[in-house]
C-alpha cells in the first residue's frame, strides 16, 4: 500500500488523534492514504466511527507492542 501522508498521534488522547487525522484528510486527494500512528487503545473505535461517519475507507488497522506501550497504526483512503 501507498502511504501519501504519515501523521504521529502517539501520547495524544481523544479527540486529538481524529482531530489531526480530520485536518491531514483535508489537505489530501481522494484516493490517497493516510497513516495515523496512536497510542490510545481508544483511538481502534474512534476510527472506525470517524470511517463511518465521513466516508473515508478505513483499510487497515494494527496493534503492535513498542517497548512496553501497544502501538495503534490506522490506514485511511480520503475519500
Excluded: W
Excluded at 24 to 52: C, I, N, W, Y
Excluded at 61 to 72: A, H, I, S, V
Amino acid at each position: 500500500m501507498d502511504i501519501n501522508k504519515e501523521l504521529d498521534a502517539r501520547g495524544l488522547t481523544c479527540p486529538l488523534p481524529i482531530l489531526k487525522a480530520k485536518k491531514a484528510l483535508s489537505d489530501m486527494h481522494s484516493g490517497e492514504v493516510l497513516k495515523v500512528s496512536a497510542t490510545d487503545p481508544g483511538s481502534v473505535r474512534d476510527f472506525q466511527a470517524f470511517a463511518r461517519q465521513t466516508g473515508n475507507d478505513l483499510v487497515d488497522q494494527q496493534t503492535k507492542l513498542n517497548g512496553d506501550q501497544e502501538e495503534y497504526t490506522h490506514f485511511l483512503r480520503r475519500r
